[in-house]
C-alpha cells in the first residue's frame, strides 16, 4: 500500500482528507513533524484559512524547510487549497510571503458582476487545459468543490493545468515537477475527488 503524510500546520480539514485517501487505498498519516515531513514517501499539503497565520505557524514548526527540502528531493506533492496558495511566492492575503516552491502569486477576487459573492463556494466545473497524470480521467462536465476567496495566478502559464470560471476563467490546479495542487477540494468532491486522489497515489512525480 502506498504511503503518504498529511501536513499538520493547524489549518484544519485534515481528518476528511484522511478518510478520503484511506478511501482510496492510500495510508495516509497526520504529521507535524518536519523531519517525516521532509523524508516522506509523498506529502499532502491540505489547508483552509488565511496565509498569513497559515505561514507563521509552518515557520514556527520548520515546515517550511521540510515541505521545500521534499520538493527538492523530488517527492511527489499534493497541495489543496490554502496548501496550494501558499506553496507560490506572495499572497495578496494580509501581503503575505509564501513557499516559493512555484514562481507566482495568489490574487483575491475582484468581480463585477455584483450578484456573484466571495467567497466562491460550491460546486463548479473544472476544465483539464493539458494533460497531467493526477488529472487523468476527468471527463467534460466533471464538478470540484470549491470554497475560497483566493486563486493562483502562476508566473508560468505552462504551470496550470486545469481551470474553472467564476465570472472569469481562473487557474484551479497547477503543477510544477513533483508538484501538483488543485484549489478545489479533492477530498469533499465525491467520486470524482477520491479518483484524483487515486491518481495521486499512483503517481510517480513526472509528468
Not at 504511503?3 to 482510496?24: M, P, T, W
Not at 509564501?98 to 483575491?108: D, F, N, S
Not at 476567496?149 to 502562476?154: M, V
Request: net charge negative; glycine share 10%; hydrophobic share 40%.
Amino acid at each position: 500500500m502506498p504511503q503518504a503524510v498529511i501536513v499538520d500546520y493547524e489549518a484544519g480539514n485534515l481528518k476528511s482528507v484522511q478518510r478520503a485517501c484511506h478511501e482510496v487505498g492510500l495510508d495516509a498519516e497526520i504529521v507535524a513533524d518536519p523531519e517525516r515531513v521532509a523524508t516522506a514517501e509523498r506529502v499532502i499539503f491540505p489547508g483552509v484559512g488565511a496565509a498569513g497565520s497559515a505561514m507563521r505557524s509552518i515557520t514556527r514548526r520548520g515546515l517550511d524547510d521540510a515541505l521545500r527540502q521534499a520538493f527538492a528531493r523530488g517527492t511527489p506533492i499534493l497541495g489543496i487549497c490554502l496548501g496550494l496558495q501558499i506553496s507560490l511566492d506572495h499572497s495578496e492575503e494580509s501581503d503575505t510571503d509564501t513557499l516559493g516552491l512555484m514562481a507566482g502569486e495568489v490574487c483575491r477576487f475582484a468581480l463585477d458582476d455584483p450578484a456573484l459573492k466571495v467567497p466562491h463556494m460550491g460546486w463548479n466545473e473544472v476544465r483539464p487545459v493539458r494533460a497531467h497524470p493526477v488529472l487523468e480521467g476527468i471527463e467534460p462536465g466533471d464538478e470540484f468543490y470549491f470554497v475560497h476567496a483566493y486563486y493562483p495566478k502562476p508566473r508560468d502559464e505552462a504551470c496550470v493545468y486545469a481551470v474553472a470560471e467564476y465570472e472569469r476563467p481562473f487557474a484551479c490546479a497547477v503543477g510544477m515537477g513533483n508538484y501538483f495542487a488543485t484549489q478545489f477540494h479533492p477530498e469533499k468532491s465525491g467520486r470524482v475527488g477520491l479518483r484524483l486522489i487515486q491518481r495521486f497515489a499512483e503517481w510517480n512525480g513526472t509528468c
